[in-house]
């Protein structure tokens, strides 16, 4: 009886998280919040109903195996440092506990681990998401670090050829925004890039980069005539040393980094905060 009990929970399960993503288009945001709000639902619901076939816990239990089971991916990336996607599950899971309690506390105890939860999940919508991606990007929620030198010399050719090391960058604010031609998501980054780069053009205290990484698959000058294609103007130039990127601990693209006038990379992450940061330090100068 529980095994066939697993199984028609499982499935239930199932067709709720194929519903939820299709209903949120698999955007994370609106998935987690749905999440955790249906499997409340729907743990008070099972219990509620197959509670008294079965014993309350051993439904608890069945609720909690059977979302497992779908998730084991999520999990087994976790595992290998694959965090994204991991706080929507421990979030979802704890939503089948706040129903169980639910049930089982007396009132109004029994509302604190949703209320709780609904707060975790609204936090998560709003920012939670946004720093969490930013971490397992990055390495740090915002971006900002703790100042260090550059674990790399820096050489890069620009398009005349002229070789751009450390030296070009004493006492100026950097900006070195790292992508490859074949990024599309470092495209679609490129008007923040520009603008930036149209702000502070002007003044001498602030180098602006685009820093490619180049791969076989480019050809001569590809780095600086897809640039222009684009209708951007910014600064261009490719890294002398084509693992250059890995060794300044580039794991995704693109990856922006800001240099303060002491040479101390401040911010690592993506643009936005990158500009934030630019901006932060002129103004206290």
């Given at each position: 009886?529980?095994?066939?009990?697993?199984?028609?929970?499982?499935?239930?399960?199932?067709?709720?998280?194929?519903?939820?993503?299709?209903?949120?288009?698999?955007?994370?945001?609106?998935?987690?919040?749905?999440?955790?709000?249906?499997?409340?639902?729907?743990?008070?619901?099972?219990?509620?109903?197959?509670?008294?076939?079965?014993?309350e816990w051993s439904v608890f239990l069945i609720l909690v195996i059977s979302y497992c089971l779908p998730q084991t991916v999520t999990v087994y990336?976790?595992?290998?440092?694959?965090?994204?996607?991991?706080?929507?599950?421990?979030?979802?899971?704890?939503?089948?506990?706040?129903?169980?309690?639910?049930?089982?506390?007396?009132?109004?105890?029994?509302?604190?681990?949703?209320?709780?939860?609904?707060?975790?999940?609204?936090?998560?919508?709003?920012?939670?998401?946004?720093?969490?991606?930013?971490?397992?990007?990055?390495?740090?929620?915002?971006?900002?670090?703790?100042?260090?030198?550059?674990?790399?010399?820096?050489?890069?050719?620009?398009?005349?050829?002229?070789?751009?090391?450390?030296?070009?960058?004493?006492?100026?604010?950097?900006?070195?925004?790292?992508?490859?031609?074949?990024?599309?998501?470092?495209?679609?980054?490129?008007?923040?890039?520009?603008?930036?780069?149209?702000?502070?053009?002007?003044?001498?205290?602030?180098?602006?980069?685009?820093?490619?990484?180049?791969?076989?698959?480019?050809?001569?000058?590809?780095?600086?005539?897809?640039?222009?294609?684009?209708?951007?103007?910014?600064?261009?130039?490719?890294?002398?040393?084509?693992?250059?990127?890995?060794?300044?601990?580039?794991?995704?693209?693109?990856?922006?980094?800001?240099?303060?006038?002491?040479?101390?990379?401040?911010?690592?992450?993506?643009?936005?905060?990158?500009?934030?940061?630019?901006?932060?330090?002129?103004?206290?100068?």
């Open positions: 009886m529980k095994f066939k009990l697993l199984v028609k929970i499982a499935i239930l399960s199932f067709l709720l998280l194929t519903i939820i993503a299709m209903v949120s288009n698999a955007n994370i945001l609106y998935n987690s919040v749905i999440r955790f709000v249906v499997f409340f639902y729907f743990t008070i619901y099972c219990i509620k109903i197959l509670g008294k076939q079965e014993d990336g976790y595992i290998l440092g694959n965090l994204w996607s991991f706080p929507m599950f421990l979030l979802s899971l704890f939503s089948i506990v706040s129903g169980f309690i639910y049930l089982k506390w007396k009132s109004p105890l029994n509302i604190l681990p949703f209320l709780l939860g609904a707060f975790l999940a609204t936090f998560m919508f709003f920012q939670g998401w946004d720093y969490w991606i930013h971490k397992d990007l990055y390495g740090t929620f915002t971006g900002r670090t703790n100042n260090y030198n550059p674990p790399a010399k820096f050489e890069a050719f620009n398009e005349k050829k002229d070789l751009i090391t450390e030296t070009d960058f004493n006492n100026k604010i950097v900006l070195l925004d790292f992508w490859y031609t074949g990024c599309g998501v470092c495209f679609q980054k490129f008007p923040q890039l520009q603008s930036v780069y149209e702000r502070y053009k002007q003044d001498s205290s602030v180098v602006i980069l685009a820093v490619d990484r180049p791969v076989e698959e480019d050809k001569p000058n590809e780095a600086f005539e897809v640039i222009k294609e684009e209708g951007h103007n910014f600064p261009v130039v490719i890294t002398k040393d084509a693992d250059l990127a890995e060794k300044w601990g580039v794991k995704g693209y693109p990856t922006t980094f800001v240099i303060n006038p002491n040479g101390q990379i401040v911010y690592k992450g993506d643009i936005a905060g990158a500009v934030r940061m630019v901006d932060e330090l002129k103004s206290a100068k």
